[in-house]
Nanobody
């Protein structure tokens, strides 16, 4: 069983920045693929960014150049640095851990609101 706790959400004006954190426990964190997803009202949950066990990131086209995903295996934590935020980034952001056994676990989500 993997437990994930997100933090760092909030309200900012367009152009501002936020950093999300996701603390994981219950598995060998360093082996897991970690991802950040978001879900806006009335829309499907979508992948924002992911980082594999080797530290290689992938990003959705909509956030490339603005968001940075990173991980600290010593702290069992994955981060999402979000810069140049836009109103369309408003959503609940979820952390996901995908284990080597093929199971995915979700955090409870954290709200990000960007005002124009």
């Amino acid at each position: 069983q993997v437990q994930l706790v997100e933090s760092g959400g909030g309200s900012v004006q367009a152009g501002g920045s936020l950093r999300l954190s996701c603390a994981a426990s219950g598995s060998i964190f360093s082996r897991n693929v970690m991802g950040w997803y978001r879900q806006a009202p009335g829309k499907q949950r979508e992948l924002v960014a992911a980082i594999n066990s080797g530290g290689s990131p992938n990003y959705a086209d909509s956030v490339k150049g603005r968001f940075t995903i990173s991980r600290d295996n010593a702290k069992n934590t994955v981060y999402l640095q979000m810069n140049s935020l836009k109103p369309e980034d408003t959503a609940v952001y979820y952390c996901q851990s995908y284990t080597t056994s093929g199971r995915g676990y979700w955090g409870q989500g954290t709200q990000v609101t960007v005002s124009s």
